[in-house]
């Protein structure tokens, strides 16, 4: 892993972890479009940045991290049991389906879904504003819409969203219990492979280490604090049009 590739991969993870455009989707095409091996030394890197996503969000809601608030991350915990169940039960068949066609596929029905819903979506009647607002139903709800995350290229973020959208929150909150709710998602799945690869880490490796964990934080950190403004003023349909596009796109380069 050179610096250049080091620094592209961590904008690409710092901009698409917290949006619902797939993060995964996105580091799978990156990765092949710059002739990166998928070795076990270049999904240690993964990891890395994605440990700097996830410092991303705690620098941005430690407000939250308080015990006035350990009612907030209870629910949390709730809403990430579904998944993380799902996921050590079929883990092997999950990986299976780590390829393009079924990324660039996924993208497409996660951008009609999006479309679909904001046709619907009446903001103004949405019975939940404030992230600490969410009921326990709630989060039940929006821990078993985040499952669909685990076929590639649905997006975490955007499984999760679209779950509390249903379940009656408005789009910022929604955004917000997602950017919260990624916190476990990534730490388990983060240590998990840092435990794995752990000896993968050398220290020829540590400048391009360090500048691709420098480059995700940051970008995850304005990422974030730009998604919630943006939100504030419009609708997920962009992103919807977005993924359409993206997965033709990738279908086109699968198939021709």
Not at 168 to 191: D, I, M, Q, T, Y
Request: proline letters at 2%.
């Amino acid at each position: 892993m050179d610096i250049f590739n080091a620094i592209i991969l961590g904008i690409i993870e710092g901009i698409t972890e917290f949006l619902p455009i797939s993060s995964t989707g996105h580091i799978i095409v990156a990765a092949q479009w710059l002739g990166i091996e998928a070795t076990a030394t270049n999904q240690a890197f993964g990891v890395i940045i994605q440990l700097a996503a996830i410092l991303a969000v705690l620098a941005n809601y430690k407000d939250k991290f308080t015990p006035k608030h350990l009612n907030l991350w209870i629910k949390v915990a709730i809403a990430f049991i579904p998944l993380g169940i799902i996921a050590f039960i079929f883990s092997d068949v999950i990986k299976a389906l780590f390829n393009v066609p079924v990324v660039g596929v996924m993208f497409i029905v996660g951008g009609v879904i999006f479309l679909l819903l904001e046709r619907n979506y009446k903001e103004q009647n949405c019975t939940t504003t404030d992230v600490t607002q969410v009921t326990y139903k709630q989060a039940i709800w929006i821990g078993i819409a985040q499952v669909f995350a685990l076929i590639p290229g649905t997006s975490r973020a955007g499984s999760s969203i679209v779950g509390a959208m249903l379940c009656g929150l408005n789009r910022k909150a929604s955004a917000e219990f997602s950017f919260l709710l990624g916190l476990p998602v990534l730490a388990a799945a983060s240590g998990y492979d840092l435990l794995k690869h752990y000896d993968l880490f050398t220290f020829d490796d540590l400048t391009a280490l360090a500048v691709g964990f420098i480059t995700s934080f940051i970008v995850a950190y304005f990422t974030i604090k730009l998604f919630i403004r943006f939100l504030e003023n419009f609708t997920f349909v962009s992103f919807g049009i977005y993924r359409i596009v993206f997965g033709v796109i990738l279908l086109t380069i699968a198939y021709v």
